[in-house]
């Protein structure tokens, strides 16, 4: 099955800063990789995704990088914000697959 | 349109207890699924659906039943409830985008078993 590291599990930045949070992931057959930002007790919400036939996607501060031949992909925030600072997770699947592997988890802190 | 919900939002059972968690989703989805989620574990796969009538096991299954009736209604039953069952449990749904399968996520059950 599908099996998918992520790194750091903690990232410390000042506002303003940028911050960057990395993946990889084993199946080469995934092609579908979400990003889910979760604040402290509430439930994870879907930020950012893209597919392996798209090598970067942005959405205002937010951009994901995809390395299909390396099996990695990236969350990238600039202009950090204290509302920014949360728990973020990486996964993958297959789109014709319904289950997502989830990465551990980045517990990101903007200082302020 | 009130997404996917969870009932309780908290819930304490001392072992051996068993009891029901219930989700329910309003937005016509297939798939439902059940995670956990403990301190640097990430998400955890427990059980899935992809529609009423079908099920099946994920990445931590042992201890946990479920059923699906109707497309809206997925519950999690634990059998007999253990101190490793202490975890704070999501239901999700998902919709087909153009790219993938998009989880929306219930607000949560945080249970404790003493």
């Known amino acids: 099955g599908e099996n998918v590291e992520q790194h750091p599990s903690t990232l410390s930045v000042q506002e303003g800063d940028s911050a960057v949070i990395k993946c990889t992931y084993s199946d080469s057959a995934s092609n579908y990789f979400p990003w889910y930002k979760q604040e402290l007790g509430k439930r994870p919400q879907l930020i950012i995704d893209?597919?392996?036939?798209?090598g970067e996607k942005k959405d205002q501060r937010i951009a994901v990088t995809l390395n299909k031949t390396a099996k990695h992909f990236s969350l990238h925030i600039t202009e950090t914000q204290p509302e920014d600072s949360a728990v973020y997770f990486c996964?993958?699947?297959?789109?014709?697959?319904?289950?997502?592997?989830f990465g551990k988890g980045t517990l990101l802190t903007v200082n302020p | 349109n009130a997404g996917v919900t969870q009932t309780p939002k908290f819930q304490v059972l001392k072992t051996g207890q068993s009891m029901t968690l219930q989700c329910a989703q309003d937005m016509n989805h297939e798939y439902m699924s059940w995670y956990r989620q403990d301190p640097g574990m990430g998400l955890r796969l427990i059980h899935y659906s992809v529609g009423a009538g079908i099920t099946d096991q994920g990445e931590v299954p042992n201890g946990y039943n479920v059923s699906r009736s109707t497309t809206e209604d997925f519950p999690l039953r634990l059998l007999s409830a253990a101190p490793s069952q202490t975890s704070v449990y999501f239901c999700?749904?998902?919709?087909?985008?153009?790219?993938?399968?998009?989880?929306?996520f219930g607000p949560g059950t945080r249970l404790t078993v003493t």
């Open positions: 996964a993958a699947s297959r789109s014709s697959n319904y289950k997502l592997t």
């Open positions: 999700a749904s998902s919709l087909m985008t153009g790219r993938g399968y998009e989880q929306y």
């Open positions: 893209i597919r392996s036939n798209v």
